[in-house]
């Protein structure tokens, strides 16, 4: 993508070298790391951009060896790294992760990302006008995390303005990067409140907001006109109202006997339309990454114009790919593969499992 050209989406946030364990174990345990890499953002930038769409990262890194694979890894997945900005001063962030699912008690998270070149980003490091073009702008509470200047950039790029591109956020509540700050609850709300479109975990709402309930969560954001409330691996449920974004922006035209050209049913005005769409039947490899590859695969639909079943549906099958490989990321389902998986019948899509290798074998896609 040139850097005149407008992305279907701009991911910004802080990415950092990740060190795999070779076995599952407490870190004290494991004797070796295989390195990759992992930021909620750029997960969803290169999940995108493998998926076909135009995507940008913003970010900032050392001038290290670490910042230059970050630049190298990402750019393969074909995101303009272009934007992203080198600091002398700081270094790379990295971390070192369990093999457990990161809900679970025994899951240990080692953070060396404090004083990292990405938490000195803010209003005058990444200012506004500075941005690459898009459509969309997706960010997470991650960076509000880091520290008070991303918070600040975080309030700059979310408010209301002219023209403002359509702001995808995920809550992704960290309480070890908040080191148990109290505002943080609030910090969270309030971005929330200013996006067009949230993907929050029930858990999460619960944790930081004492919510319980799809319902709950979607009273405390009655601004942006997609809430995304996940449920593990029973599934999503959407809240659609009149101000749903993108509904019909399929950039290319399509025959009306298309599935793709349904577009989603208007909901009255001051009303939601409520879609809950069970997640599939995966045989697990590694629980991490599925909520970053979830909203890759939500927002390619959201941008394509599909029905909001299909978008749920097209983000189940994106975390279904990543959670049927060891890391955070891996080639999404051709296009062709994942939109007839997502058309399946209501029975059909409930038959289905995964396993390893079903995004490249149709003999991996099970219907027992």
């Known amino acids: 993508m040139s850097a005149t050209a407008t992305a279907d989406v701009v991911c910004l946030g802080e990415s950092m070298v990740t060190f795999l364990p070779s076995r599952p174990g407490r870190l004290a345990d494991v004797p070796s790391f295989a390195r990759g890499i992992g930021g909620a953002e750029s997960n969803v930038a290169c999940a995108l951009a493998a998926a076909g769409h135009p995507t940008a990262w913003v970010s900032r890194v050392g001038t290290d060896g670490f910042g230059d694979h970050l630049l190298a890894a990402i750019a393969a997945y074909g995101v303009d790294t272009s934007y992203v900005r080198r600091d002398p001063a700081r270094p790379t962030g990295i971390y070192f992760r369990t093999a457990t699912d990161r809900a679970t008690d025994v899951h240990e998270v080692a953070y060396y990302r404090a004083g990292s070149a990405a938490s000195a980003m803010s209003p005058s490091t990444v200012p506004y006008d500075g941005l690459p073009p898009g459509r969309v702008l997706h960010v997470s509470g991650i960076t509000a995390a880091l520290s008070a200047d991303c918070l600040a950039l975080l309030r700059e790029l979310t408010a209301p303005r002219p023209e403002r591109p359509l702001i995808s956020f995920d809550v992704n509540h960290r309480p070890a990067l908040w080191r148990g700050s109290p505002a943080s609850p609030g910090v969270l709300l309030d971005l929330a409140r200013r996006a067009d479109v949230v993907f929050v975990g029930e858990d999460e709402a619960q944790e930081a907001w004492g919510l319980a309930g799809a319902s709950a969560i979607r009273e405390a954001l009655p601004e942006p006109g997609v809430v995304v409330v996940k449920h593990g691996a029973e599934g ?124 490249g074998d149709d003999t991996e896609v099970r219907t027992p």
């Open 236 to 359: 999503v449920t959407v809240f659609s109202g009149p101000t749903d974004p993108l509904p019909n922006s399929h950039p290319d035209p399509l025959p009306d006997s298309h599935p793709d050209a349904r577009p989603p049913a208007a909901a009255p005005a001051g009303t939601d339309t409520v879609t809950r769409v069970p997640a599939l039947r995966v045989d697990v490899v590694a629980p991490v990454g599925a909520g970053d590859a979830f909203a890759a695969g939500f927002l390619s639909a959201t941008l394509r114009g599909l029905p909001v079943r299909e978008r749920a549906r097209h983000g189940h099958l994106m975390a279904a790919a990543v959670l049927t490989v060891p890391g955070d990321l891996t080639a999404p389902p051709a296009r062709e593969l994942a939109d007839r998986l997502a058309a399946l019948d209501d029975d059909a899509w409930g038959r289905l499992r995964l396993g390893p290798g079903w995004t």
